[in-house]
């Protein structure tokens, strides 16, 4: 069956625009995440969404990001006058969510370069 | 921040050995899970581990938890050279209303490289 995918697979910006980034979970998955991988980093989650309402948005570093969910399966995550340091590969995953565990399934990722 | 550390950060090893990597962590846990990353790009789920379990094996990998010391094992036994990647512990841990999060907390990583 088809995983998780997440579009595009590359994005290069410039300073100062906007960009959005997409996932699409595995089908009948409620759950669904976003994380961030950057050097400095490493893996930061952003934010969690069950179904399309995002009850953890903890980790969203600024009110530059934001995200939604529709109809309990795509989401996008906007990333609004992105700077240099958005750089970095940005991960979504879904899960089932069935009784507490949480074995999540991780999309390719979009690598985003902002120049 | 990490909650998660991980050692060794980097192993080297030749194929047909085992590779062991460590994960401690800092808060009670749901459950441990251990990912594989090819090339910087999307993670491969492993195995995961719930809080009341102390081992448990798939295939080639044998996983250990130890609550009481916050701490958890990863052991690849007859390593070959497509086992060479990133490992990442994550931990789910419990909010204050004793559900777990819902999100994953992950370590820095073990590189590891099987060499033929």
């Known amino acids: 069956g088809a995983g998780v995918s997440q579009s595009p697979s590359n994005k290069v910006t410039e300073k100062g625009k906007d960009v959005e980034l997409r996932c699409d979970p595995i089908?009948?998955?409620?759950?669904l995440y976003w994380y961030r991988q950057s050097l400095g980093q490493g893996l930061e989650f952003l934010i969690y969404f069950q179904g399309n309402s995002a009850p953890d948005k903890s980790g969203l570093p600024s009110d530059r990001f934001s995200a939604e969910r529709t109809g309990g399966s795509v989401s996008t995550l906007t990333i609004q006058r992105t700077q240099q340091e958005d750089s970095a590969v940005y991960l979504c995953?879904?899960?089932?969510?069935?009784?507490?565990?949480?074995?999540?399934?991780f999309g390719p990722g979009t690598r985003l370069t902002v120049l | 921040s990490q909650q998660g550390e991980e050692d060794p950060q980097a192993l080297s090893i030749q194929e047909g050995e085992n590779a062991t990597m460590n994960c401690s962590y800092k808060?009670?846990?749901?459950?441990l899970q251990w990912y594989r990353q090819n090339s910087g790009r999307g993670l491969v789920h492993l195995i995961l581990i719930r809080s009341n379990e102390r081992e448990k094996h798939s295939g080639r990998l044998r996983v250990t938890l130890d609550t009481s010391k916050k701490s958890s094992s990863l052991l690849i036994t007859a390593s070959r050279a497509a086992d060479t990647a990133s490992y990442f512990c994550a931990t789910d841990s419990f909010n204050a209303g004793g559900t777990s999060y819902g999100k994953l907390t992950f370590g820095q990583g073990t590189i590891l490289t099987v060499h033929p």
């Open positions: 808060t009670s846990i749901n459950n």
């Open positions: 995953a879904s899960s089932l969510r069935i009784q507490g565990l949480n074995e999540q399934f």
């Open positions: 089908s009948g998955h409620t759950a």
